[in-house]
């Protein structure tokens, strides 16, 4: 009855029984104990997100199929509200500039320049000194990061240099990503500078004694990146990942507080770079 | 516009169809930044599509605009949160405002007041649906749900417009709750090749 197969049933076959939720997950069918069994699966499993992605843009499609005009009553009463609603903050402080989609980009340089200017990011103002693109967007998520967390970067100066050179370089590219069980993940990646960037924001907390634990995969094998440091204010300061290889993913785990030798629990973000 | 509820709209681009402008993700983005003016072009562009959803999930009227009123606030409180990157903001709306309805739906209270309702509202509901149902994008999605196996079709639109859960699409329909599961993934992949959804 209940879809949980018996122990005998290999690793692969309760994969492809967790895959089947697929379709009742995008239909919004699911009880809260199987959706979220379903959503772990998900963070673990880009294509299982892939195709999660393709259903709710068709449930999307049936949604449209059955508009119908409301009344003009139900405008009035949601504008009356929203003068008195206060909107949530974003997850993180920015958003990815995926190139002209996004009409703002102007105000995004006018607040880096504006931090910059203030002079309260050491590390930032080479930043400023490139033109507009995507890693500015990026600095201002890590920019607002680093003034939470000043002390911290100036205490080391080496890993400061390899996060400038990162942001700067002019092919880095950032990427948010949801993290399983909540919170969100932000990565600033350069071929050119063979390195990443790792940043999150409004991670669960976690048990004393655990913390989170970042990995490359890949051909190579197992690397441990380290331990994200301690949030402040939600937010963990940049970690610095270099020596990447082609197909490796990004993967974070909860692990003793020490760290690891290799991943011991189920990761709640698996990224292929 | 008259005050006629659940009268159909003609959208001159299906979301996630060719042509299908990004500017609606763009608008919600500025939205998020407190622009109450982005906003009002967000409700032109997704207030049809919530309202629609909603009373189709309802029946109820006046539920229905309950609904979605607090459907189209989560949009303005949330807005700063869209992810472009997981999705269009058409499916980010659909999410929500299908959640806002299933949530209503699985209230005891509600289900209650739904099963009083919908004797009265059943003409009314069958006009409507038929009116929607033979205009505007309907057309392409009601020829490509005919596609499908009739076990597909009858537990995808039980699970989506009926507001049911897969053990219930299960139970209303007699099948094994595996079954129902599969027929739902396989319904979708399906209608989403035949709808072109990238």
């Known amino acids: 009855m209940r879809s949980f197969p018996g122990r005998n049933h290999s690793l692969r076959l309760r994969r492809a029984d ?93 607040a880096v320049r504006r931090r910059v200017r203030s002079g309260r990011q050491p590390w930032a103002r080479p930043v400023a000194l490139i033109a507009a693109g995507a890693f500015l967007v990026a600095a201002v998520v890590f920019g607002s990061m680093a003034l939470i967390t000043q002390h911290r970067l100036s205490q080391a100066q080496a890993g400061d240099h390899m996060l400038a050179a990162v942001l700067t370089a002019p092919d880095a590219k950032m990427t948010d990503t949801a993290v399983t069980g909540g919170g969100t993940a932000t990565i600033v990646m350069s071929h050119l500078a063979d390195a990443l960037a790792f940043s999150s924001a409004h991670l669960p907390g976690l048990p004393a004694g655990k913390a989170y634990e970042l990995w490359l995969m890949g051909p190579p094998g197992e690397r441990s990146v380290g331990m994200l440091p301690h949030p402040a204010h939600g937010m963990t300061s940049p970690v610095v990942a270099t020596g990447l290889h082609s197909g490796d993913m990004v993967e974070l785990t909860v692990e003793p507080a020490g760290g690891s030798p290799h991943p011991t629990s189920a990761p709640v973000l698996l990224m292929v770079l | 516009m008259a005050d006629v509820p659940g009268r159909p709209v003609r959208m001159d681009h299906p979301p996630g169809g060719p042509g299908w402008p990004d500017e609606l993700g763009a608008l919600i983005k500025l939205a998020g930044r407190g622009d109450e003016q982005a906003f009002s072009a967000v409700y032109e562009q997704v207030a049809p599509t919530v309202f629609g959803l909603v009373l189709r999930v309802l029946r ?94 009858e537990s995808i639109v039980l699970a989506y417009y009926g507001g049911y859960s897969y053990r219930e699409v299960a139970d209303l329909l007699g099948t094994a709750l595996g079954t129902v599961k599969t027929r739902m993934r396989d319904g979708l992949i399906r209608l989403r090749d035949c709808l072109g959804v990238t």
């Open chain 1, 18 to 110: 967790l895959h089947t939720l697929a379709g009742p997950y995008a239909l919004n069918a699911l009880p809260p104990r199987d959706r979220e069994r379903f959503e772990r699966h998900l963070a673990a499993c880009p294509a299982c997100a892939e195709e999660v992605r393709g259903l709710r843009e068709t449930t999307a499609r049936l949604a449209a199929a059955t508009a119908a005009a409301p009344t003009d009553r139900l405008k009035e009463k949601v504008f009356a509200e929203v003068t008195r609603t206060r909107q949530l903050p974003p997850v993180s402080a920015g958003q990815p500039a995926a190139g002209s989609r996004w009409l703002a980009a102007d105000r995004w340089v006018a």
């Open chain 2, 60 to 153: 109820d009227p006046a539920q229905a605009e309950e609904v979605a009123q607090e459907v189209l606030l989560d949009v303005w409180r949330t807005a700063s949160r869209f992810e472009p990157g997981r999705g269009s903001a058409q499916a980010w709306v659909a999410t929500i405002a299908h959640r806002r309805a299933v949530d209503r739906v699985r209230s005891a209270e509600a289900s209650a007041r739904r099963d009083d309702q919908s004797a009265a509202q059943q003409t009314d509901y069958d006009t409507v649906a038929e009116a929607v149902e033979a205009k505007l994008e309907s057309e392409r999605v009601r020829r490509c749900l005919g596609t499908l196996t009739e076990l597909q079709r």
